[in-house]
């Protein structure tokens, strides 16, 4: 079908055919570096053999491969922690819920395995790359922060740059299936059509597999710096930058067509890619890896190697050397285990003496060894092993932190990558986070969290930094014996410096989780027996206190009973001593009033009853209960 070439058409051509001008440019000049990305990849998978005749050794002992897988579980070991930095005073209470945030997107986008993998592609070849998009059609549209690995051979920079920052243009090369580009942009399926790939270094696939229905897709993000007049309300015309983010164009070069063309979607306006690198060069874009360093010293020891196993071959199975007349059949003497050979008398069948390996292979075999060893950076105490005489385990912590000297200057890179795109992927979350969202996160002991985070949780801006070494592996015995040593060492409040909590982190038990609730249901037990135990002690105090009160309001009664019958007996002696006659009462016969056990003296009931009626009213004034008294004595 014959497409009309109207003005827009043509100036679709001629974006499509800039990105591709771009694109050919950044190619060329990456081919250097290209085939030397190829000899390194190689190189770790130990595809390195040569070509040789079938009776040579072809044998490859891959220490590249042993030296990178040595590195990259030490650089791996801890999941990096995020400390989340608030630029303002309100961000101060929001720190907590960023951070469980940034946790909670590590783990869903799975970056356990993406983080090892990228950084694999960093020690073989220097660089890794993560591509961090936002994806409005994830999650039944509510959208989430996608971080995808890029590899380094589809991704092309500006020549000129040296950081992502200040590269000028970028682009990201595919091949993607034709029916998946129709179903992306529909208005442009009737210009687009598949093919086969023509740009190998851009797919993973065998090169004697044919491949069909395939697009090349340049996505080129570049600066723009075109601008726009823009009528103000006045009527005055005013300059704008058309892009002021920068420009995202997606081209189809070889059918020249624009599939979108836009304003970079994000609003940090950075190029939304993060480059790890194994070593950091001034100046130059791509980092070195610690292959491209190894590669001499590997090929040269392959070849060392396969010409002792060659030697070995041949020594171990030395020529015979038979006289014509020795009547021997021909193919007749083998290396057969107790062969029985019969000669002619006079004739001689014999093996010359082989010869010995000259000592100077086997020693440059050692220092070929010893060499790569020194280039990465890995020695046997970075391998946990431990040296010539020393055994303490003090001993070999020191020598394996001194050894991973090296290790944690690549790890102090590597965080700083990942402080970048935790800063980006916050930035991300900022932007399109409209709904509130609800996070579950377990911690170390496998307690799950659950919290929800809002838009408003978000608002505050921060730089994300990731703990220093908090990625470097840790000796775990050796923590754990410090661990219980804290625990059992008390502070200056009473307390021990740590808690159970910071022991279990420690131990190399799956249940952690179920190990504390055990305790703390323990814990619990014991106190509530000991409230029991008081509760009981307490009662028993009670029932005391209440005996010791009735005790003593007893004992009160009767004092107060005593002190009235005193006092009424001193009445009665007053009453007695004005009208008895001049007979004196005795001391018996006075306090025998008072005590209500003790009857009254007849000689005294007969001198009450002598007496007239205005004694008798004076002493019951004085005596208000005498007829008490003496009915009670009756």
Not at 347 to 362: I, K
Not at 524 to 535: F, R, T
Request: hydrophobic fraction near 35%; charge should be negative; include cysteine.
């Amino acid at each position: 079908m014959e497409i009309k070439q109207t003005p827009e058409r043509m100036q679709e051509i001629s974006i499509a055919g800039w990105v591709n001008q771009k694109f050919n440019e950044a190619r060329s000049n990456k081919q250097k570096r290209l085939s030397l990305d190829k000899a390194c990849i190689d190189a770790y998978n130990g595809d390195i053999k040569t070509v040789k005749p079938d009776y040579a050794s072809n044998h490859v002992s891959n220490f590249i491969h042993s030296t990178l897988e040595t590195i990259r579980p030490i650089m791996t070991d801890n999941n990096p922690k995020f400390q989340a930095l608030t630029r303002s005073e309100d961000g101060k209470d929001k720190a907590d819920k960023v951070q469980m945030a940034l946790n909670y997107e590590w783990d869903r986008e799975k970056m356990g395995t993406k983080l090892p993998k990228t950084l694999l592609t960093a020690l073989k070849i220097g660089t890794g790359i993560f591509y961090l998009p936002w994806d409005s059609k994830a999650d039944k549209g509510r959208g989430q922060v996608r971080c995808i690995e890029v590899n380094p051979f589809n991704f092309f920079p500006d020549p000129m740059a040296t950081s992502v920052e200040d590269a000028e243009w970028i682009i990201y090369a595919t091949y993607k299936n034709v029916n998946q580009i129709k179903t992306l942009f529909p208005k442009k399926a009737d210009l687009i059509s598949g093919a086969g790939v023509s740009h190998d270094e851009l797919v993973h696939q065998n090169p004697d597999t044919q491949v069909s229905n395939q697009v090349l897709i340049l996505e080129c993000w570049c600066r723009d710096y075109t601008y726009i007049d823009v009528e103000m309300d006045n009527g005055k015309l005013m300059r704008k930058r058309n892009y002021p983010r920068g420009r995202v164009i997606t081209v189809a070069p070889v059918h020249g067509v624009v599939l979108s063309d836009k304003q970079n979607p994000y609003k940090d306006g950075k190029f939304p890619f993060v480059l790890l690198k194994d070593y950091d060069v001034p100046f130059q874009f791509w980092g070195n890896g610690d292959v491209e360093q190894l590669l001499s010293p590997q090929y040269s020891l392959n070849e060392l190697n396969n010409a002792i196993i060659d030697n070995a071959k041949l020594t171990s199975n030395m020529p015979w050397i038979i006289d014509k007349n020795a009547g021997i059949p021909q193919n007749s003497l083998t290396n057969e285990q107790g062969l029985v050979i019969r000669k002619n008398p006079g004739t001689e069948v014999r093996r010359d003496t082989p010869p010995s390996m000259p000592m100077y292979v086997v020693q440059k075999v050692d220092e070929l060894k010893g060499d790569m060893e020194y280039i990465a950076g890995v020695h046997d105490s970075t391998r946990g092993k431990a040296g010539g005489s020393v055994v303490a385990a003090q001993a070999i912590m020191a020598l394996q932190e001194a050894g991973q000297a090296r290790i944690r200057l690549k790890v102090k890179i590597m965080e700083e990558c990942l402080s970048e795109l935790a800063t980006m992927w916050y930035a991300r979350m900022q932007q399109f986070w409209k709904d509130d969202r609800i996070v579950r996160m377990a911690d170390i002991n496998g307690k799950v969290t659950t919290d929800t985070l809002t838009a408003k949780d978000l608002s505050a801006d921060f730089d994300i930094m990731i703990t220093a070494g908090s990625t470097m592996p840790l000796n775990r015995n050796a923590m754990l014996d410090l661990m219980i040593r804290l625990a059992q060492t008390g502070a200056e409040d009473g307390m021990p410096v740590v808690d159970r909590e910071a022991i279990m982190e420690f131990v190399p038990v799956g249940n952690k989780q179920q190990i504390l609730e055990r305790f703390e249901a323990r814990r619990e037990g014991e106190l509530q027996d000991e409230a029991a135990a008081m509760e009981q002690q307490l009662e028993q105090m009670t029932e005391m206190v209440e005996a010791l009160t009735a005790e003593v309001d007893s004992m009160k009664a009767e004092h107060e009973k005593l002190a009235s019958n005193k006092k009424e007996q001193e009445l009665v002696q007053k009453g007695y001593q004005r009208g008895k006659s001049e007979t004196e009462l005795t001391d018996d016969e006075l306090y025998g009033i008072i005590d209500s056990e003790k009857k009254i003296p007849d000689d005294i009931l007969q001198e009450i009853e002598a007496l007239d009626d205005s004694e008798v009213q004076q002493l019951l004034q004085m005596v208000p209960n005498l007829d008490e008294v003496i009915a009670n004595n009756s």
